[in-house]
């Protein structure tokens, strides 16, 4: 009877553990994303308080298009490494299921 249960329940804890672990990746990725987003609206905050002239402000405005940039060339980046990781999520889970589904032959 056991053998029979690991038998089916095997699959499944693989599924289990595979999507855990592609959660975790995805919100570490996202958590990170949020911190330097974070850090730089904090930076940019203090920055708009401490300039007190024109060339103070045009060197504000140039250090905010310089970290837009950043954070969206950081966003693509994030987007293509989670698409990358949901495709990698999807194949194991197709050879997961490919594998439970498929019957051993008998020895001849």
Same mark, same amino acid.
């Given at each position: 009877? *056991?053998?029979?249960?690991e038998?089916?329940y ?10 855990? %672990? *592609?959660?975790e ?7 990170? !994303?949020? #911190?330097? @987003?974070?850090?730089? $609206?904090? #930076? @940019? ?9 024109? #060339?103070g402000?045009?060197? !504000?405005? %140039?250090?905010?298009?310089?970290? @837009?940039?950043?954070?969206? #060339? ?11 990781? $949901?495709? @990698?999520? +999807? ?8 594998? +439970? ?8």
């Amino acid at each position: 009877m *056991n053998e029979q249960f690991e038998k089916y329940y095997a699959p499944v804890k693989e599924l289990n553990t595979l999507a855990v %672990n *592609n959660i975790e990746k995805l919100l570490d990725l996202q958590l990170k !994303f949020i #911190e330097e @987003s974070t850090k730089a $609206g904090v #930076e @940019s905050l203090k920055s708009a308080a401490a300039f007190n002239d024109a #060339e103070g402000f045009k060197d !504000f405005v %140039n250090a905010q298009v310089e970290t @837009s940039k950043q954070l969206t #060339e950081k966003a693509i980046e994030d987007s293509k490494t989670a698409l990358e990781l $949901g495709n @990698s999520y +999807a194949t194991e889970v197709q050879k997961v299921v490919k594998d +439970a589904l498929t019957v051993p032959q008998a020895a001849e």
